[in-house]
């Protein structure tokens, strides 16, 4: 069992920045990679990045590639996602989900190869 809590959402003005928090416990060691999805109203939920832990090696979804950065700190077994240059459209509620079983052949963007979520934090970006 893993459990995943997210901080750190709020109200920002387009152009401004915010610090996403995803801290685990429980069985943290057993996690293969974390990822972060996001999910406006009336929309499916969609993928914003993912960190493998062991190598650190990251992926992003194109919408936010050059915008976001996704981190992790192993000794605190939290990941990061800061957002920076933010526009209205990433507007959402943001969710951390831990991959442990490690589905190799479901996508790393795919909410299907996720075992475990978080229950999210709301960003809100003003324009």
């Known amino acids: 069992q893993v459990q995943l809590v997210e901080s750190g959402g709020g109200l920002v003005q387009a152009g401004g920045s915010l610090r996403l928090a995803c801290a685990a416990s429980?069985?943290?060691?057993?996690?293969?990679?974390v990822g972060w999805f996001r999910q406006a109203p009336g929309k499916e939920r969609e993928f914003v990045a993912t960190?493998?832990?062991?190598?650190?090696?990251?992926y992003y979804a194109d919408s936010v590639k050059g915008r976001f950065t996704i981190s992790r700190d192993s000794a605190k077994n939290t990941v990061h996602l800061q957002m920076n240059s933010l526009k209205p459209e990433d507007t959402a509620v943001y969710y951390c989900?831990?991959?442990?079983?490690?589905?190799?052949?479901?996508?790393?963007?795919?909410?299907?190869?996720?075992?475990?979520w978080g229950q999210g934090t709301q960003v809100t970006v003003s324009s």
């Open positions: 960190i493998r832990w062991s190598t650190g090696s990251t």
């Open positions: 989900a831990a991959d442990v079983n490690r589905v190799v052949s479901i996508g790393y963007w795919s909410t299907s190869r996720y075992d475990y």
């Open positions: 429980g069985r943290p060691f057993s996690i293969y990679a």
